[in-house]
Nanobody, 127 residues
Framework: QVQLVESGGGLVQAGGSLRLSCAASGRTFSNYAVGWFRQAPGKERVFVAA????????RYADSVKGRFTVSRDNAKNTVYLQMNNLKPEDTAVYYC????????????????????WGQGTQVTVSS
């Protein structure tokens, strides 16, 4: 079992930055890939970014490429999502999720492949 807790959300003006954290507990964290997903009001949850267990591979949604960076510190059992140049369309509840990833090669973007989820953190970007 893996427990995930997101933090770092808040209200920011367009063009600003936020850093989300996803703190994990329960198992060897480096064995788990972590994905970030977001859900805006009235819309489906969508993929944002993901990182393999070792941190060697990452992947981003086209909408955030060049603005968001996913990273991890396995010694701290934490994954980060640095979000720069935020836009009003980035407003959503952001969730981190984890899946067992022993080979640490392929980055999975499908949310159904993730077994453990945090409670979400709200990000609101004002124009």
């Amino acid at each position: 079992q893996v427990q995930l807790v997101e933090s770092g959300g808040g209200l920011v003006q367009a063009g600003g930055s936020l850093r989300l954290s996803c703190a994990a507990s329960g198992r060897t964290f480096s064995n788990y890939a972590v994905g970030w997903f977001r859900q805006a009001p009235g819309k489906e949850r969508v993929f944002v970014a993901a990182i393999t267990g070792s941190g060697g591979n990452t992947r981003y949604a086209d909408s955030v490429k060049g603005r968001f960076t996913v990273s991890r510190d396995n010694a701290k059992n934490t994954v980060y999502l640095q979000m720069n140049n935020l836009k009003p369309e980035d407003t959503a509840v952001y969730y981190c999720a984890a899946r067992l990833d022993l080979r640490s090669i392929v980055v999975v973007t499908y949310d159904g492949a993730y077994d453990y989820w945090g409670q979400g953190t709200q990000v609101t970007v004002s124009s």
